[in-house]
């Protein structure tokens, strides 16, 4: 078994190691990766791994390398004066995740047995698999993120779209229709399924899974499917969101009877209550309603203004989000007095300690039978909720653990957090996947998605 198992035996002796949990500055690289070095691929210039996809003629995309000052989060909301505001900060994620983290270094946790004697696998693994597909000091390495998923293959396709901008088109501008197309991009994908694939309108290759959802997405953008104006298709609006069906999306996603992705339906009810969420926040998003806008928003801000480069403040972009973005979560999502918590389930490791237990009922399911194939659960049911916290606080001790590791390697520098997601952790669990579920390649618990888990 390895570090997680599903419970179903007498737990093993709890360990007594305490969780040391580091939230690591984040830095912007450019760069793309591809998953599990395939034969013949050559390591880039810059040290990074190259599908074979590339030449001197394509253009990177101009993310240069900035330092960026830490910034301290503000404290979060009183929970007990506030839980929905608590709940919602940047803060508690951390918090609240640290809870459940606890509780597995001590194996008490209601779902899984944790056996940390097999961390110095893991971290082992991940480190051999930065090693293997990037040059010391690894400083080419990119953050994790949408942009990596839109280098599929070795091509830069943001760059490439940014080229084809006539030069009457300022960075602003430029800015605010990344923005648009990375929001509607990031929020189409919640899983695409174990059958379903997209083949590019304009190379022909075929793509799966979040990389197949962003090359559709991004063909879809430059179709102009999502905006309103007919003298710029390349934004998206709320006039040209609300045009949007269920149909007309399946088509966009190429999702047909054999190729179907999951939640179509729910991916374009998401998509319209984005349309309404943008038109009801115009100091955000505008009068057009578009997600760029809120670059004018984030630029303008006291906050931003308050050095001499413009530096976008974290918790000032997560207020946007958080409240701009309110209205896009479904009613079934958890709320606590009329405010929904978006993505967020109550787990029942964390009710004790926050004073929540009336929310009990939220995250409990019981008369599950024991299966042998990878079993399906609700995206609120207790054992998914608990999985996903404890994996944000495992993910902080790999993150020490592997810069540990690679210290001889690293000259002085330290891998972030987004960097360990996209050349370690992220890419080695597909490759897990891929040897020990050939057929479908998923992680081994499935989410039963309606399209709007992420």
């Known amino acids: 078994m390895g570090l997680f198992s599903r419970k179903e035996k007498v737990p093993r002796v709890a360990a007594n190691a305490k969780p040391s949990i580091n939230t690591s500055d984040v830095s912007v690289h450019s760069g793309a990766s591809s998953l599990k070095s395939p034969p013949g691929t050559t390591r880039g210039g810059f040290g990074r791994v190259s599908g074979g996809n590339t030449n001197p003629n394509t253009p990177l995309t101009p993310f240069s390398p900035v330092s960026i000052p830490k910034i301290d989060l503000p404290r979060p909301p009183d929970p007990q004066l506030d839980p929905a505001g608590y709940l919602r900060s940047l803060g508690a994620v951390r918090e609240r995740s640290r809870i459940v983290t606890d509780k597995a270094l001590r194996n008490e946790l209601n779902h899984f047995d944790v056996d940390l004697n097999k961390f110095p696998d893991v971290v082992s693994f991940v480190s051999c698999i930065i090693k293997r597909d ?9 953050s994790h993120g949408r942009h990596q998923h839109f280098c599929v293959g070795g091509r830069d396709r943001i760059a490439h779209l940014l080229s084809t901008f006539p030069d009457d088109i300022d960075n602003t501008e430029k800015c605010r229709r990344m923005v648009d197309l990375f929001l509607v991009s990031v929020l189409l994908d919640a899983g695409a399924g174990t059958q379903w694939s997209y083949k590019s309108t304009e190379n022909n290759r075929i793509y799966r899974r979040s990389e197949g ?3 559709a997405s991004l063909e879809m953008f430059k179709s102009g499917m999502f905006s309103s104006d007919k003298s710029n298709k390349y934004q998206v609006d709320t006039d040209g969101l609300l045009t949007l069906t269920p149909e007309k999306l399946a088509a966009g996603l190429q999702s047909k009877p054999g190729n179907e992705m999951a939640g179509v339906e729910g991916r374009t009810q998401l998509l319209i209550r984005l349309a309404d969420a943008l038109e009801k926040k ?12 809120m670059v ?7 906050s931003t203004q308050a050095s001499s480069m413009p530096i976008v403040a974290l918790p000032t972009l997560w207020n946007v ?13 958890t709320a606590i007095n009329g405010i929904s918590l978006g993505d967020a389930c ?11 237990q009336n929310y009990a009922d939220y995250c409990r399911r019981t008369g599950v039978k024991g299966v042998e194939v990878a079993p399906m659960f609700e995206p609120s049911d207790d054992v998914i909720v608990e999985w996903r916290g404890v994996t944000v606080g495992l993910l902080d001790k790999l993150l020490i653990e592997v810069n ?4 001889n390697d690293l000259g002085g520098n330290e891998l972030t957090l987004a ?5 370690g952790s992220w890419k080695g669990g597909r490759e897990i996947a891929e040897v020990s579920r050939p057929n479908t390649k998923e992680p081994p618990i499935l989410i039963d998605s309606d399209g709007t888990v992420f």
């Open 282 to 293: 115009p100091e955000f998003f505008g009068r057009d309603g578009r997600p760029g806008r």
């Open 296 to 302: 004018d928003y984030l630029l303008s801000h006291p």
């Open 419 to 423: 960097q360990l997601l996209e050349a």
């Open 321 to 333: 989000l958080m409240n701009g973005l309110a209205p896009i979560w479904p009613p079934s999502r």
């Open 213 to 215: 959802i962003a090359v």
């Open 134 to 142: 990037f040059d010391a000091p690894f400083t080419s390495i990119p």
């Open 404 to 407: 540990k590791s690679l210290r």
């Open 346 to 356: 109550l787990a029942a490791a964390c009710l004790k300690q926050r004073g929540l």
